[in-house]
T-cell receptor, first 111, second 114 residues
Framework: KNEVEQSPQNLTAQEGEFITINCSYSVGISALHWLQQHPGGGIVSLFMLSSGKKKHGRLIATINIQEKHSSLHITASHPRDSAVYICASPRSKTSYDKVIFGPGTSLSVIP | DTGVSQNPRHKITKRGQNVTFRCDPISEHNRLYWYRQTLGQGPEFLTYFQNEAQLEKSRLLSDRFSAERPKGSFSTLEIQRTEQGDSAMYLC????????????FGQGTRLTVV
């Protein structure tokens, strides 16, 4: 069983739709990291959160530490949002060497 | 550009050849991480440095792999006698020390061994 799981694995949406990607983890963590990876490989950091909710533009991330669950929401989705979204849990408070990455959710937004 | 920089972006090599990748982290970051990512999978940890010291190596890092960070700034990852199974995206990230610090990733180097 993976320590960090994501759902769905693949997602296709029409432009403008509200999108939710879920991340569940079984290990104890202090924070969760949402990352975006475009075709070509580059990874961009979206959010690092340890409680509550964070918002940046059309992206919203929430986390419930007790339930070991986080969600990434995209409002008014756009084709440029098409990417793989990865959640990661740095298990150590001080280092990314123990980070556990989820398998990623591949999002495709169709015009 | 003050982000994490990796070179080259793509590398095609013949099996058995040696390859070296470079990572330039964000200048004030004292931690540097190397990951490997195969198609359809999340990144897997390979090794990391705190300043010039290599603090941990994954079991994924066979004897053919070596990483250095000689002056605590840029880092190199060398793969000797490449095998087809080494074909992957090699990602570098850097961060500050401290609680809940965020790691910033480079664009990656895609290695294809033919």
């Amino acid at each position: 069983k993976n320590e960090v799981e994501q759902s769905p694995q693949n997602l296709t949406a029409q432009e403008g739709e509200f999108i939710t990607i879920n991340c569940s983890y079984s290990v104890g963590i202090s924070a969760l990291h949402w990352l975006q990876q475009h075709p070509g490989g580059g990874i961009v950091s979206l959010f690092m959160l340890s409680s509550g909710k964070k918002k940046h533009g059309r992206l919203i991330a929430t986390i419930n530490i007790q339930e070991k669950h986080s969600s990434l929401h995209i409002t008014a989705s756009h084709p440029r949002d098409s990417a793989v979204y990865i959640c990661a849990s740095p298990r150590s408070k001080t280092s990314y060497d123990k980070v556990i990455f989820g398998p990623g959710t591949s999002l495709s937004v169709i015009p | 550009d003050t982000g994490v920089s990796q070179n080259p972006r793509h590398k095609i090599t013949k099996r058995g050849q040696n390859v070296t990748f470079r990572c330039d982290p964000i200048s004030e970051h004292n931690r540097l991480y190397w990951y490997r990512q195969t198609l359809g999978q999340g990144p897997e940890f390979l090794t990391y440095f705190q300043n010039e010291a290599q603090l941990e190596k994954s079991r994924l890092l066979s004897d053919r792999f070596s990483a250095e960070r000689p002056k605590g700034s840029f880092s190199t990852l060398e793969i000797q006698r490449t095998e087809q199974g080494d074909s992957a995206m090699y990602l570098c990230a850097s961060s500050l020390m401290g609680g809940n610090t965020e790691a910033f990733f480079g664009q990656g180097t895609r290695l294809t061994v033919v």
